[in-house]
């Protein structure tokens, strides 16, 4: 059974710092493209960075980009979000995705396995 964990989520002031993971269960993550999505309250899901499982590349949703890496740890069967420099408006719940698909795009479509979430909250 394919399973995600996200976890590493939770209050943060403006400013600071937070490494989500994802850790997969069943299957082999490197084998997979792996997406990390976010949705706030009111909002639609959107992609926040994504990256392939053929040659490791990565893609960035502008807000972030300069503030946060994915980078995987295939030894752990894990893909972490490092976000650094967090404000106000990341505060969501970060989910990851992974799908035998490959690539880098962050269209959410593209993704067939989901895990449950986890809250990101940047607040003074």
């Known amino acids: 059974q394919l399973q995600l964990v996200e976890s590493g989520g939770g209050l943060v002031q403006p400013g600071g710092s937070l490494r989500l993971s994802c850790a997969a269960s069943?299957?082999?993550?490197?084998?997979?493209?792996v997406g990390w999505f976010r949705q706030a309250p009111g909002k639609e899901r959107e992609g926040v960075s994504c990256?392939?499982?053929?040659?490791?590349?990565?893609n960035y949703k502008d807000s972030v980009k300069g503030r946060f890496t994915i980078f995987r740890d295939n030894a752990k069967n894990t893909v972490y979000l490092q976000m650094n420099s967090l404000k106000p408006e990341d505060t969501a719940v970060y989910y990851c995705?992974?799908?035998?698909?490959?690539?880098?795009?962050?269209?959410?479509?593209?993704?067939?396995?989901w895990g449950q979430g986890t809250q990101v909250t940047v607040s003074s």
């Open positions: 069943g299957f082999t993550l490197d084998y997979y493209a």
């Open positions: 990256i392939s499982s053929s040659d490791g590349s990565t």
């Open positions: 995705a992974a799908d035998p698909w490959g690539g880098s795009s962050c269209r959410s479509t593209y993704f067939g396995s």
